[in-house]
Each structure stands twice: as structure tokens, then as C-alpha cells.
């Protein structure tokens, strides 16, 4: 399975349980709101997560897809 790393932007805050869940490498507030995740997924995970914003009513602003990432690292890594 190839897993690509993902930019998400959407309008308002989103929530930090939702944010660990998706395991995000990065958050980070820009002017309006805009918050933006970044991180490995597959498109099942970037599917589902889309679904859980659009369930909280949050306004999705773009989806970029970044770079191929191969394999997601091991749980627990230090990398």
C-alpha cells in the first residue's frame, strides 16, 4: 500500500482529539482560520478523515496531495 503525505486546509479550529487521531505531522493556524494538516495516509485514512470534518461541520477549504511517502513508519519509531 502507497501512502502519500496530504495537505488539508479547512476553515476554523479543528478539534486536537480528531487532529491525534489522524496522527497530523503538522498544525498550524494561518490568517482566517486556516488550519492546516499535514501527514502520511492512505486514501482510505484521508477519506475518513474528511468524512469526521465534514460530520463536525467544518468548512474544507483545499486537498493537496504532497509526495509519495512509501510505507508509514513503525509505531513507536523515533523517526
Not at 490568517?31 to 486514501?43: E, N, W, Y
Not at 477549504?61 to 513503525?74: F, I, K, S
Amino acid at each position: 500500500m502507497t501512502y502519500r503525505s496530504y495537505e488539508v486546509r479547512v476553515t476554523g479550529p479543528v478539534p486536537s482529539a480528531l487532529v491525534e487521531s489522524v496522527g497530523a505531522a503538522a498544525v498550524s493556524e494561518e490568517p482566517a482560520q486556516t488550519v492546516i494538516l499535514t501527514g502520511p495516509a492512505d486514501q482510505a485514512a484521508l477519506l475518513g478523515f474528511l468524512a469526521r470534518l465534514r460530520a463536525l461541520g467544518i468548512e474544507l477549504v483545499e486537498v493537496r496531495e504532497l509526495t509519495d511517502v512509501g510505507e508509514p513508519p513503525a509505531a513507536g519509531s523515533a523517526d
